[in-house]
């Protein structure tokens, strides 16, 4: 149970009912990292919003999307996003124990294809450091295929992880349930 109290779905009403519900039926639970955001109904749906762009990205795979959660996760110390993050890469992706654990040690070892890999190379090189960022960062990922908007969104994607992790371990949620 996280340190402030939140809206469990069977308790909840209005906005914050409508959102468990589509989550539900997305997920077929609601994440307690989710729960946590009831607190704050606007902001729950502004973090289920950037949630579905990154699942319906048009250009990006949903397995990046979760790599680079993966990842973030990893640097903030998050226990419940790691957790959770890499149980959807092998639910959902098929990743291996063995495979999730050569990624954490080295992004360029993910299965990905090339822009993508790319991506999440330089995404975790900025979340590490925010300042590191050159134009010839931004030139390769142009010339591995990427463009200004996925660029963006991968790195949006990824800072917007690193707050949540930040959020969840102040409020101790819980990293052994979902």
């Not at 450091?129 to 949006?156: Q, V, W, Y």
Request: charged share 20%.
């Amino acid at each position: 149970m996280p340190l402030i109290h939140t809206v469990t779905p069977e308790n909840a009403t209005g906005q914050v009912a409508e959102t468990y519900a589509q989550i539900k039926a997305a997920f077929g639970f609601i994440p307690n990292a989710i729960q946590l955001d009831s607190i704050n109904p606007a902001h729950m749906a502004r973090h289920w919003a950037g949630i579905q762009d990154a699942v319906g990205h048009k250009t990006l795979s949903g397995e990046l999307f979760t790599t680079i959660r993966l990842l973030a996760s990893e640097i903030e110390h998050c226990e419940y996003c790691i957790g959770l993050n890499a149980g959807m890469l092998m639910q959902m992706h098929g990743r291996s124990v063995e495979e999730i654990a050569a990624i954490k040690a080295d992004p360029a070892a993910a299965p990905l294809n090339a822009k993508e890999k790319a991506l999440l190379v330089y995404v975790t090189k900025i979340l590490k450091d925010s300042n590191s960022g050159t134009a010839d960062d931004i030139a390769a990922l142009h010339a591995a295929g990427a463009d200004d908007r996925e660029i963006f969104d991968a790195l949006t994607h990824g800072a917007g992880q690193i707050a949540s992790d930040i959020i969840l371990n102040a409020f101790k949620v819980d990293p052994d349930m979902h």
